[in-house]
Antibody
Framework: QVQLQESGPGLVKPSQTLSLTCTVS??????????WSWIRQYPEKGLEWIGH???????YYNPSLKSRVTISIETSKIQFSLQLSSVTAADTAVYHC??????????????WGQGTLVTVSS | DIQLTQSPSFLSASVGDRVTITCRAS??????LAWYQQKPGKAPNLLIY???TLQSGVPSRFSGSGSGTEFTLTISSLQPEDFATYYC?????????FGQGTRLEIK
């Protein structure tokens, strides 16, 4: 059973860079048919897709965040990471990593990490 | 961006009730729509993909339908464990977007 686990600081100062890592267990991060994704959830619901990356490094980002986001992948470590620069209080959210199933049988997010709360505050 | 609007935003129902949640899109697309259930403190859990395909392990009381701009999630007979928040999601266009959620509570 594939499992994903987010890790990283829970508190980031305004204007700094938020950095999170997602470690995948129970499956390969190098196989085709999946993108490795970041999604955030604001207090009182609100889900926002941030972006995702394929094992070969191809990535897609939400245009609303594209200028500040970098997603990278380290297949040897079975990890992928999120960096979000120049953060403000509006970036305070629970950040989830997830696996995006993407092939002819369907498109969907089938495995999610529990999420990690990141608060932006001085 | 494709905007998804769910209705209702809040629903109060009883065990055994049949409930339907609607997801309307700002522009039409095919059937790349998914539904998720989320309970407090947990990650969203996939229920339905491709608008009407039940994810493995999901009870058959859940069903989905629709295409174009209107999609529905139906729970045929509510069980106590179904009280949660439900989200639709479109995966037809980038950026991938979600509805605002429907909170289902016990009457």
């Amino acid at each position: 059973q594939v499992q994903l686990q987010e890790s990283g600081p829970g508190l980031v100062k305004p204007s700094q860079t938020l950095s999170l890592t997602c470690t995948v267990s129970g499956g390969s991060i190098s196989s085709g048919g999946y993108y490795w994704s970041w999604i955030r959830q604001y207090p009182e619901k609100g889900l926002e897709w941030i972006g995702h990356i394929y094992y070969n490094g191809n990535s897609y980002y939400n245009p609303s965040l594209k200028s500040r986001v970098t997603i990278s992948i380290e297949t040897s470590k079975i990890q992928f990471s999120l960096q979000l620069s120049s953060v403000t209080a509006a970036d305070t959210a629970v950040y989830h990593c997830a696996r995006y199933h993407y092939d002819s049988s369907g498109y969907y997010f089938d495995h999610w990490g529990q999420g990690t709360l990141v608060t932006v505050s001085s | 961006d494709i905007q998804l609007t769910q209705s209702p935003s809040f629903l109060s129902a009883s065990v055994g009730d049949r409930v339907t949640i609607t997801c309307r899109a700002s522009q039409g697309f095919g059937s790349y729509l998914a539904w998720y259930q989320q309970k407090p403190g947990k990650a969203p859990n996939l229920l339905i993909y491709a608008a009407s395909t039940l994810q493995s392990g999901v009870p058959s009381r859940f069903s989905g339908s629709g295409s174009g701009t209107e999609f529905t999630l139906t729970i045929s007979s509510l069980q106590p464990e179904d009280f949660a928040t439900y989200y639709c999601q479109q995966l037809n266009n980038y950026p991938i977007t979600f509805g605002q959620g429907t909170r289902l509570e016990i009457k």
